[in-house]
């Protein structure tokens, strides 16, 4: 993910989104419900996975657990931002004010668990729908 200006998709293709999950279960939930509501998905267990990932197209969105092995999800906002990602993020957690506060600031939207498919996808849709106006 070194040099996201350098990967497209054609507009035609299905949105892609990253998942960074290291529950496998809850993984590959998420990863049924977000492909039957058509989006591509590129899941990975930790943050070091995607980050190590440089043949993958740059995705559309990104979907990141706050609590994971090594580096935590906000952190790897913070990485993906460095490396000029500006994909909109959902973070999932259960939120503090200091993780919220921490969030807002790196521009993350913060999906509260227990998790509900159906606010997932709606915080999902109208994150892409305002990226893509931009």
Request: glycine content about 2%; aromatic content about 4%; overall charge negative.
């Amino acid at each position: 993910m070194s040099d996201a200006s350098l990967r497209h998709r054609a507009p035609e293709t299905q949105p892609l989104v990253a998942l960074v999950e290291d529950d496998l279960a809850l993984c590959a939930a998420l990863t049924f419900v977000l492909e039957v509501e058509g989006y591509a998905v590129r899941a990975y267990p930790d943050a070091e996975s995607l980050l190590a990932d440089d043949e993958s197209p740059a995705p559309d969105g990104f979907i990141l657990d706050y609590r994971l092995p090594g580096m935590d999800g906000l952190a790897l906002l913070r990485a993906l931002r460095e490396r000029s990602e500006r994909a909109p993020a959902l973070l999932i957690t259960m939120p503090t004010p200091v993780v919220a506060s921490r969030a807002a600031a790196a521009e993350a939207i913060l999906v509260e668990k227990p998790l509900r498919a159906s606010e997932l996808l709606d915080q999902l849709r109208q994150s892409l729908d305002r990226s893509a106006r931009l």
